[in-house]
């Protein structure tokens, strides 16, 4: 089992539409988890870090269930701007980030 | 931007060939990780280095080497370059020390290997 997994995707929405992303991690000692956005041919870009209370920022909620291990991102009212890869990253104390192999968002017109 | 630069963005190597390329840190960051992306995945963790020594490594063979300087920026070297080596790699800068740092990219180099 790979240490970080991800909905597969592509995920093709039509604009205006709520889409979510799940992102499961196996160690249970994992601390800090990330959504990074990536662009085609660029590097992935923080989107917001997660943590267990929940956060919001706008339209992108983010939540963690360390009882089930695994992080959700919610995206309210899609743009064509929110194609893109969708990343998520899991980091244990003093230990390297492990990033999922990413989901594919395409907001369609 | 992060603040993160990466030289250069693009190389063509053949196989066997040695390659280095180069990060400079965001600014007041003394942590610098480096990640092999290829195609369609997720960056794959290479290793970290935090105030020039090695502070974790992933797993790549010992032909993939690092170096940080005293001014925090870095360089990756990857010897005897083979097919499968040809991927985007990201460099990240973060502050160590706290455990659960955030890290920050650059733009990439993206490697080709004939």
């Known amino acids: 089992r790979k240490e970080v997994e991800q909905d597969p995707g592509p995920f093709n929405v039509p604009e205006g539409a709520t889409v979510a992303f799940n992102c499961t991690y196996s160690?249970?000692?994992?601390?800090?988890f990330f959504w990074y956005r990536q662009d085609c041919r660029k590097e992935p870009k923080l989107l917001m870090s997660v943590y267990s209370s929940g956060n919001e920022d706008g339209r992108f909620t983010a939540q963690l269930n360390r009882a089930s291990q695994y992080i959700s991102l919610l995206i309210r009212d899609s743009k064509l701007s929110d194609s893109a890869t969708y990343l998520c990253a899991v980091r244990g104390y003093g230990q390297n980030f492990v990033f999922g192999p990413g989901t594919r968002l395409s907001v369609l017109p | 931007e992060t603040g993160v630069t990466q030289s250069p963005t693009h190389l063509i190597k053949t196989r066997g060939q040695q390659v280095t390329l180069r990060c400079s840190s965001q600014?007041?960051?003394?942590?610098v990780s480096w990640y092999q992306q290829a195609l369609g995945q997720g960056p794959q963790f290479i290793f970290q280095y935090y105030r020039e020594e090695e502070n974790g490594r992933g797993n790549f063979p010992p032909r993939f080497s690092g170096l940080q300087f005293p001014n925090y920026s870095s360089e990756l070297n990857v010897n005897a370059l083979e097919l499968d080596d040809s991927a985007l790699y990201l460099c990240a800068s973060s502050l160590g020390g706290t455990g659960s740092e955030t890290q920050y990219f650059g733009p990439g180099t993206r490697l080709l290997v004939l």
């Open positions: 160690n249970s000692a994992s601390q800090s």
């Open positions: 600014s007041g960051h003394n942590t």
